[in-house]
Nanobody, 124 residues
Framework: QVQLVESGGGLVQAGGSLRLPCAAS????????MGWLRQAPGKEREFVAGSSWTGFSTRHTDPVKGRFTISRDNTKNTMYSQMNSLKPEDTAVYYC?????????????????WGQGTQVTVSS
């Protein structure tokens, strides 16, 4: 069974940092584009960051540029989101997702495999 499992979420003060790992099991995703998406209360799920299968090509949405960094270690079948300078508006459930293809993409509909999500709460 294919699984993506996020961890590392929690409560942090504004200005703090968190690192979210996403571990894949059941199959390798080393040839797949992967991404982080988030859903804040009362809002639609939105793209945060994406990585090509090599990790050399990445993109981040404007609100998190310069603060969040997506990376991956294909030898460990794990993707990461390093989140620095967190703001209250970053509060959301963060989802790890994988595409069927090798590139990165900003559209939620392009992701075929999903984790269960991890809650990140940033207090002011």
């Amino acid at each position: 069974q294919v699984q993506l499992v996020e961890s590392g979420g929690g409560l942090v003060q504004a200005g703090g940092s968190l690192r979210l790992p996403c571990a894949a099991s059941g199959r390798t995703f080393s040839n797949n584009g992967m991404g982080w998406l988030r859903q804040a209360p009362g809002k639609e799920r939105e793209f945060v960051a994406g990585s090509s299968w090599t990790g050399f090509s990445t993109r981040h949405t404007d609100p998190v540029k310069g603060r969040f960094t997506i990376s991956r270690d294909n030898t460990k079948n794990t993707m990461y989101s390093q989140m620095n300078s967190l703001k209250p508006e970053d509060t959301a459930v963060y989802y790890c997702a994988a595409r069927r293809y090798s590139g990165t993409h900003y559209s939620e509909s392009e992701y075929a495999y999903w984790g269960q999500g991890t809650q990140v709460t940033v207090s002011s």
